[in-house]
């Protein structure tokens, strides 16, 4: 990767947008375009994570995407953020750098949007799943890395990441049965869908071998629009990182 570049939802720009020099809220910070700083589409799950929230609350953002290996971008990147991690959001004066600050935030500014589903309930049971995601679950993530190019036929998981796997496709079937599918939450995507999103695609990645509800869960986050607009996009990103791109 070699140039930072600001993507869709509008036309390109170039390098980071004004707004991210603009670390001191104010008028101008106020009526600017919202941005969500990500990395890349094929490999970065929580940059995903960060993608569908704010897809889901309907904001008009552009994207400012910063490659993993470019240290004056990543300079950039800390004026956004101080973690030097994306996802970022940046709305009108405010800052957010961390994928649950991002949903909260989404929350506030759109609450018809449901990003926690209706009930008192249902909304502590949402953001504790969402929680564990955010937390937890380290050795999924480093043994089974999101890379929506590959695919691993038949791939044996390391066992330490089964109890992983476990209480994930628990979370899932205890959500499904109490409240009806297709989504975590019934009817309507809510912060958990986006939040477990990035684990339906490593289950697909690496053929891990899943009950019927999660199985179906999966195929039910994978047909999503906005996750076929992703893929697309990280299909088409031309970055390779050997790291996560080993054959195991
Ligand atoms: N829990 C953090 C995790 C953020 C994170 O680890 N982001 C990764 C990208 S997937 C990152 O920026 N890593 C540093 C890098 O890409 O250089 C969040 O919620 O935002």
Known sequence: MSTTATRPARATRPKVPATAKAAKPGKAAATARATLTISSKNYSSWSLRGWLLARFA????DEVVVPPDDAAARRELLL???S???PCLTHEGAKSWNVMAIAYYLDEIRPDAGLLPPGRAARAHCRSICGEMNSGFANLRSSLPMNLKARHKGHKVWAGALPDIERIT???RECLAAYGGPYLF???RTMADAMFAPVATRFVTYDVKLDPASAGYCRT???MAE???WVKAAKAE???IDELDMDF
């Open 58 to 61: 309907g904001l008009d953002f």
């Open 80 to 82: 956004l953020a101080p």
């Open 84 to 86: 030097i991690l994306v």
């Open 170 to 172: 628990e979370i899932w």
């Open 186 to 188: 019934g009817a309507k």
């Open 221 to 223: 986050v994978m047909a």
């Open 227 to 229: 996750m076929q607009e």
């Open 238 to 240: 031309p970055e390779e």
